[in-house]
């Protein structure tokens, strides 16, 4: 908006920009608010942010499969060729969910969808969806729950295969990365582009001011601040309890520990837990894919979880502990952090993407912004916010 001519005042209720995509540091370690991934294929962020400057550093392609002391490897032979045979040989999966796991990228690569709401067909769960794929229930069970409940925040396989078929384009069509000093360098490009006086930190919305019907500002700790357009960019809830507008209900959830090991482990491949109810759900040496995630001659993994978000962190560190060490017996883990984030994503069952809120109100003045009016991802949040930039404008 303030590249197109509009003066912006961002009123930021916490310390800092991001929201829920934000990183912390601690005794030189960067820690992230929870695990996140970036895929640069994602095709609006890429019209916002530059790649180069962020410096992302990639993923394998693929995952380790954990499960006990056995571990096996499933990968993509055309982008990690090192992995062929291993993939090959991996009994997670039978030859022929090899075979569909191809066909369904090479379907991927060909779907030129640019959003969640905007892919095509029928919507199902994503359970559904991929046992009428014909994927055995075997692979369903040690590869797609750890893989997906990673990127649904559920194992349950319940989110809308809408999501399932974007996400999986993205893995099929760019590469899995992070910026090399951290998620929370996204919104600090974003924010770049802002004269420096525009944000004002600390200064939470107590309440929008109204003329009539039209919304012509805000309130913050008793100071108004006029506006002839107000965007609310907020979470669900947030954003419902503030405009009274109707929002999608429900959350998924992670609860992330990060540890100081005391040597690298798992290489540059997320590691999948295909346990049968694991407390971790995933995991990985996030300071072998970035070494700035780590101070010089340090490590870092984190571990995710998918509930316990009530348990005492100490309660939380022996479960990360006692599962990551059948994996690693005499690893070295010694903790760093717990993040509770029970409001990660907004619930995507199927068909909810047909009845989100749009950017544009039935209130004069007021505008939505948020993953909410698109899907749950950094994709779905850039999309909003160009669209309610666009209502701004008048575009």
């Known amino acids: 908006m303030a ?28 820690l992230d608010r929870g695990f996140q991934v970036y895929f640069t294929s994602y095709p609006v962020s890429r ?12 993923f394998d392609p693929g995952a380790t499969l954990r499960r006990g002391v056995e571990s096996t490897v499933l990968s993509d032979p055309l982008r990690d060729p090192k992995a062929l045979v291993p993939s090959l040989l991996s009994g997670a999966a039978t030859f022929s969910d090899k075979l569909r796991t191809l066909r369904l990228g090479a379907a991927s690569v060909a779907d030129g969808t640019q959003s969640v709401g905007a892919v095509g067909g029928g919507d199902a769960s994503s359970l559904e969806y991929l046992r009428e794929q014909g994927f055995s229930e075997l692979f369903i069970d040690r590869f797609f729950r750890p893989f997906y409940g990673g990127i649904f925040l559920d194992r349950s396989l319940s989110t809308s295969s809408r999501v399932l078929r974007f996400t999986f384009k993205m893995l099929a069509t760019g590469r899995t990365t992070v910026p090399a000093r951290g998620i929370g360098r996204i919104p600090e490009q974003l924010a770049s582009h802002l004269p420096g006086d525009a944000i004002r ?85 996030i300071s072998n894919v970035s070494p700035l995630y780590a101070p010089r001659g340090e490590h870092l993994l984190s571990a995710v979880s998918l509930g316990g978000f009530e348990l ?43 009845g989100l809120p749009g950017n544009r109100t039935g209130t004069p003045g007021l505008v939505l912004a948020g993953d909410y009016t698109e899907d749950s991802s950094i994709n779905g949040s850039m999309l909003s916010g160009e669209k309610a930039a666009g209502e701004v404008l008048g575009r």
Request: glycine share 12%.
């Open 201 to 285: 930190l600390n200064s939470p919305v107590d309440a929008l001011l109204r003329e009539g019907e039209r919304v012509v500002g805000a309130r913050v700790g008793g100071v108004e601040v006029e506006s002839d357009r107000v965007v609310v960019a907020t979470d669900a809830p947030s954003a419902g309890g503030l405009t009274g507008s109707p929002v999608p209900e429900g959350a998924v959830g992670q609860l992330c520990a990060y540890f100081r090991t005391d040597r690298p482990v798992g290489g540059k491949k997320i590691m999948l837990n295909s346990e049968d109810d694991p407390f971790v759900n995933n995991a990985v040496g």
């Open 47 to 58: 019209r916002h942010l530059d790649h180069a400057s962020l410096d992302l550093r990639t």
């Open 312 to 354: 005492p962190d100490e309660e939380v560190y022996r479960r990360c502990v006692a599962e990551i060490s059948r994996w690693y017996p005499g690893l070295d883990l010694a903790p760093l952090a717990v993040y509770r984030v029970p409001y990660s994503q907004f619930d995507q069952p199927p068909g909810v993407h047909e």
């Open 3 to 30: 590249e197109g001519g509009a003066e912006v005042v961002v009123l930021e209720g916490s310390d800092g920009i991001g929201g829920r995509v934000r990183t912390d540091e601690r005794d030189g370690f960067l």
